[in-house]
Nanobody
Framework: QVHVVESGGGFVQPGGSLRLSCAASGDILIVAAMVWYRQPPGKRRELVANISPGGTTDYADSVKGRLTISRDNAKNTVYLQMNNLKPEDTAVYYC?????????????WGQGTQVTVSS
């Protein structure tokens, strides 16, 4: 059994900060890529950032310089530090992890965490 769980969402005023966490747990042998997506209200899900096991990162242009992805391989956890938040960052934030278990290699999604940026 594998679980991927996000946390850290909430309500924040423009210019504020939040830190999201996403932890993978269960019978995991290897955690490969870990990725953050978001889905704004009424829009499609979009890629925010991803990070390789070695720490190589990539970001959507809209978040470069404001959002930072990092990971703790010992904890099977990925983080998204969000600074200088804007109303257009309002979305449900999802993470996924490519996980190898004893029986498979699959992509596992979390349930999402709401981030609302508003004055």
């Amino acid at each position: 059994q594998v679980h991927v769980v996000e946390s850290g969402g909430g309500f924040v005023q423009p210019g504020g900060s939040l830190r999201l966490s996403c932890a993978a747990s269960g019978d995991i042998l290897i955690v490969a890529a870990m990725v953050w997506y978001r889905q704004p209200p009424g829009k499609r899900r979009e890629l925010v950032a991803n990070i390789s096991p070695g720490g190589t990162t990539d970001y959507a242009d809209s978040v470069k310089g404001r959002l930072t992805i990092s990971r703790d391989n010992a904890k099977n956890t990925v983080y998204l530090q969000m600074n200088n938040l804007k109303p257009e960052d309002t979305a449900v934030y999802y993470c996924y992890a490519d996980l190898k278990t004893l029986v498979s290699y699959n992509t596992y999604w979390g349930q999402g965490t709401q981030v609302t940026v508003s004055s």
